[in-house]
C-alpha cells in the first residue's frame, strides 16, 4: 500500500500524510472487526461465514482483517470504461481524472423558460444530447427523475434515453436488482452481447449502503449482480456529517473507509477479481438549517482524504465535483461548483460525477453544466503542468528577438501560439466590443450555447435493431412491475 500519483509535471494536492492514511485504515479495520456491520440479505452473511467471518443474530457480521486484506489484494488496480462503440473512454487508475452528471435530481432549470419545474423523457434526452457534445464531459448519469413514466420504471427509461442519445459511457442507478439486471440487457443489446459487454464494460452502477454500519437487501443485491457480470461498481455511502456519519472529517473518513471496505470483501468474496471503483461522499449537516450541503472545506478535505487512501489501497477511485447549494445560476453557483471541480481535479480523483447539480442535488442546471464544461477545461490544462524541453524553454527565440524587440512577428509565436488554453464562453473582449456584443453575462452565453448545440449536434444512432431490443425489454419490465403503457 502506498499514497502516490501526480499529474505527470502537473499540480498535484495531497490531503493525508502516509501516517494518517494508515491510521484511518486502523481505525476502519477495528470498526470492522468489533463493531461490525448489520448485513441484510441471506447469500452475502453466508459468503462472509464460509470465509471465516463471525455472525451474531443472523446479520451482524464482525470482519476479520485478513478479509479486508484478501479483498484489497485481488481487487484490480485499474478499471476501464469503454464507449458505446467499444473504444477506451475512462481509464481509472492512478490520478487521472474524468468529469460527468449527475443523476435523478427532482428538478429541472429550464433553460429557455428559466422556471423551476419536473424533468420530462424529452428534458433528458435533450440533456444527455448537450453532454454527447461537451468535449469536458466523460461520462453521463440520468440527470433527471422522470415525471412521465411510471415510478416503478423510472431507472430503466432513463437508461434507455442515455444509451440511445450519447455514445459515452455511462454510470447509472437501479432501483433494485431487477432494475440492474434489465439495464445490463439493454446495455449489451447495444455494444453486441453479454459477453462484450463484460469484456468491454459500458456502464458503471453506483450502490449506495445506509450509513451507519448497515447493508440494505437492495443495495447488497446489485453489489453481488454486479460483480458475478463484471460491471465495475462502487459500494458508497452518501455521508451527512453530523448524522449518519461523525462530524468531524477523521471521524466520517473512518467510518465511510469501513462501510466501503465491508463492500469491498463482499464482492470480492462473490467474484475475485472483478472491477470495485472505491469512494463514498459527505455532505456536512448545516446545524443552522439541518441542511446536507456540498462542496465546504470540509467536504472538500473529505474527498481529499478519500482520494488518498484510494491511492493508499492502489483502487480507483469515485468523487464528486461541479456541485453546489445555489438555487439558481448565479455567483454562489460558479464558486462552489468551481472549487469542487477544481480541487477534485488536483487531488486526483478519478472519476466524479453530479456537475450540474444545484440546491443540495434537488435541482439540475444545464447552465451550470456547459460553464462547468469550461471549467474542467481550464483544470485540466493546470494539470499539464509546464513543458521544459528545448523548444518550449525558447532559449533561441529569446536570442533572435533580443533586448527591447518583440515576440509578435517571430516563428516560435506563430508555432505555439495556438496550444494556449482557449475558452469556449468566457468573454476576453474588451469593454467597448463586449457592450457591442450585447452585454452579455456568461448564463446568458451558456444559454445561447445550450440552445444551438441542441438545434445542431445529432449523437451516433444506435441501430433499428438495436431500438427495437431496448423497446422489447421495456416493454417486458412494464409488464411485470404491471406498469402503464407509455
Known amino acids: ?271 475475485p477479481g472483478a472491477p470495485f471503483v472505491y469512494g463514498y461522499g459527505n455532505s456536512p449537516l448545516d446545524m443552522r438549517t439541518m441542511q446536507a450541503v456540498y462542496g465546504t472545506p470540509e467536504a472538500v478535505l473529505f474527498q481529499g482524504g478519500m482520494v488518498d487512501l484510494a491511492h493508499y489501497y492502489e483502487l480507483p477511485s469515485w468523487g464528486y465535483a461541479g456541485c453546489c447549494n445555489a438555487k439558481v445560476c448565479d455567483e454562489q453557483a460558479i464558486a462552489e461548483s468551481t472549487m469542487f471541480t477544481l480541487m477534485g481535479a488536483l487531488q486526483g480523483c478519478n472519476i466524479m460525477h453530479d456537475v450540474f447539480y444545484m440546491e443540495f442535488g434537488l435541482t439540475g442546471s444545464l447552465e451550470l453544466l456547459v460553464i462547468s464544461n469550461e471549467v474542467i477545461g481550464r483544470a485540466r490544462r493546470l494539470l499539464k503542468g509546464i513543458d521544459t524541453d528545448q523548444e518550449s524553454l525558447g532559449v533561441e527565440a529569446i536570442m533572435r528577438v533580443g533586448p527591447g524587440g518583440n515576440f509578435l512577428g517571430d516563428d516560435h509565436t506563430a508555432n505555439h501560439f495556438r496550444e494556449n488554453w482557449l475558452p469556449d464562453l468566457s468573454d476576453f473582449n474588451n469593454y467597448e466590443n463586449w457592450s457591442e456584443n450585447g452585454s452579455k453575462t456568461m448564463v446568458d452565453r451558456a444559454r445561447e450555447r445550450i440552445k444551438q448545440i441542441l438545434e445542431t449536434h445529432q449523437p451516433k444512432l444506435v441501430t433499428d435493431e438495436v431500438r427495437e431490443q431496448i423497446e422489447t425489454i421495456l416493454k417486458r419490465a412494464r409488464e411485470k412491475v404491471g406498469a402503464n403503457e407509455k
Request: aromatic content about 6%; some cysteine; proline content about 4%.
Open 1 to 271: 500500500m502506498g499514497v502516490g500519483s501526480s499529474h505527470g509535471n502537473g499540480l498535484f494536492f495531497r490531503t493525508l500524510t502516509e501516517k494518517q492514511a494508515e491510521e484511518i485504515h486502523l481505525a476502519s479495520s477495528r470498526i470492522l472487526e468489533e463493531t461490525g456491520m448489520v448485513i441484510h440479505h441471506q447469500e452475502a452473511v453466508e459468503l462472509l461465514r464460509q470465509a471465516g467471518a463471525q455472525v451474531e443474530n443472523g446479520n451482524r457480521v464482525y470482519f476479520p482483517n485478513h478479509l479486508v486484506k484478501k479483498a484489497l489484494q485481488s481487487a484490480p488496480s485499474h478499471v476501464t470504461l469503454y464507449n458505446r462503440n467499444g473504444e477506451t473512454a475512462l481509464q481509472l487508475q492512478g490520478s487521472n481524472v474524468y468529469f460527468g452528471t449527475g443523476s435523478d435530481t427532482l428538478n429541472y432549470l429550464d433553460p429557455v423558460s428559466q422556471e423551476r419545474r419536473k424533468w420530462h423523457q424529452e428534458d433528458v434526452a435533450n440533456a444527455i444530447r448537450l453532454c454527447d457534445k461537451l468535449p469536458n464531459i466523460d461520462f453521463v448519469m440520468s440527470m433527471g427523475l422522470l415525471c412521465d413514466v411510471d415510478r416503478r420504471m423510472i431507472n430503466r427509461e432513463q437508461y434507455a434515453i442515455m444509451v440511445q442519445n450519447t455514445v459515452k459511457p455511462q454510470v447509472v442507478i437501479a432501483e433494485d436488482g431487477d432494475t440492474l439486471r434489465d439495464i445490463i440487457e439493454m446495455a449489451a443489446s447495444a455494444v453486441g452481447g453479454k459477453e462484450r459487454l463484460r469484456q468491454k464494460p459500458l456502464f458503471m452502477i453506483y450502490t449506495e449502503p445506509t450509513s451507519p454500519l448497515q447493508h440494505p437487501q437492495d443495495s447488497v443485491d446489485k453489489l453481488l449482480i454486479a460483480a458475478e457480470n463484471g460491471v465495475p461498481t462502487n459500494f458508497a455511502c452518501g455521508g451527512v456529517a453530523g448524522a449518519s456519519v461523525p462530524t468531524t472529517v477523521g471521524g466520517a473518513l473512518v467510518q465511510a473507509n469501513a462501510e466501503a471496505l465491508s463492500g469491498l470483501v463482499i464482492h470480492q468474496l462473490k467474484a
